[in-house]
């Protein structure tokens, strides 16, 4: 079975038994994940299985959407509620206080990675490292924050929800973390979901409990799409016959022979990945312009 299915990830499980389930509800060997979530996380985590694996490092959206709870008064060595979590004693802040401190916290910002992330210092895990209590330096990495909103805040309890949309590489933990350090009494994250992930909301998951019921009843793989699905947001080409043939043989298409190009280019410059289909519509796989020809990027 080759193509997508998003999962919605359940807490207190790491992404990688997530593919495992999946390998055998679906008997299918190959599973792979768009997007680690982190054991306490729940949220959407798109797998790809069988073929659609190859499309893994092509994914054009690595854009990411979460819904985040955080206490202030609090600092913690994993800046969430995970760790070793301690009081501050500062005063809470007034909800005016924090809508201005967010606003510091949008667009391009500098974000310093935790110790208690995937990173590699030398060939080592940073969290391996922190579990041993070593601590190395980072340096900090811009990241982007598209938007960031206040969706609710108690000023007695100094408990915060936030919606976030990000770039890649962004922790949320570490956002909560300088965000209560710039507001001067601390802050921990003790919630995360994610709501988007590779371009799909949490509208398009099932629950592994659901997948489970559908695997019984034989409907699964109904819940599985297209590994085109991933790559909509390329213009669409359409191939002749022979050249359907050619292309999904790993031949290389003559710019000047594709009728549809000026529709995909209508200033006339070919560059750009596009989706190269069938004249009945199959998807054949992904190419882009170079050299007078349309070359294959990926074959699916």
């Known amino acids: 079975m080759d193509g997508i299915i ?13 593919c495992a389930v999946m390998r055998r509800l679906l008997g299918e060997k190959k599973v792979g994940h768009a997007g680690t979530l982190d054991p306490m996380a729940t ?12 499309a893994l490092e092509l994914l054009p959206c690595h854009d990411k959407r979460y819904q985040a709870t955080m206490r202030f008064g ?9 760790g070793r979590v301690e009081p501050t004693g ?60 206040l969706l609710a805040y108690d000023p007695q309890k100094g408990e915060l929800s936030l919606d976030c949309a990000c770039s890649k590489g962004t922790y949320i933990r570490t956002l909560c973390a300088d965000l209560g350090e710039r507001l001067g009494c601390g802050g921990v994250m003790t919630a995360l979901r994610r709501t988007e992930a ?38 669409e080409i359409r191939v002749s016959p022979a050249q359907a043939v050619r292309f999904g043989n790993g031949g290389g298409l003559a710019l000047e022979r594709l009728n549809s190009r000026l529709s995909v280019w ?21 190419g882009r312009p170079e050299g007078g020809e349309l070359k294959i990027l990926r074959l699916f």
């Open 90 to 149: 500062a005063f809470l802040p007034a909800q005016e206080a924090v809508e201005e401190a967010l606003s510091h916290f949008r667009g391009e910002i500098a974000q310093t990675p935790p110790m208690m992330s995937a990173l590699k210092r030398d060939g080592v895990r940073l969290y391996e490292l922190a579990r041993q209590g070593v601590e190395v330096e980072r340096e900090a990495r811009a990241v982007t924050i598209y938007s960031l909103r």
């Open 43 to 54: 949220g959407v985590l798109p797998l790809l299985t069988g073929k659609a694996t190859r």
């Open 74 to 82: 609090y600092v913690s060595d994993t800046q969430d509620v995970w």
């Open 266 to 286: 209508p200033d006339g410059r070919a560059e750009g990945t596009v989706r190269v289909k069938a004249p009945d519509g199959r998807f054949l796989g992904l």
């Open 198 to 235: 590779a371009g799909y909301p949490l509208e398009r998951c099932i629950t592994l409990d659901e997948a489970r019921r559908l695997a019984e009843a034989g409907s699964l793989f109904d819940r599985v799409m297209p590994v085109e699905s991933a790559f909509s947001d390329y213009p």
């Open 6 to 18: 998003c999962i919605d990830k359940p807490q207190d499980m790491t992404s990688f038994s997530c």
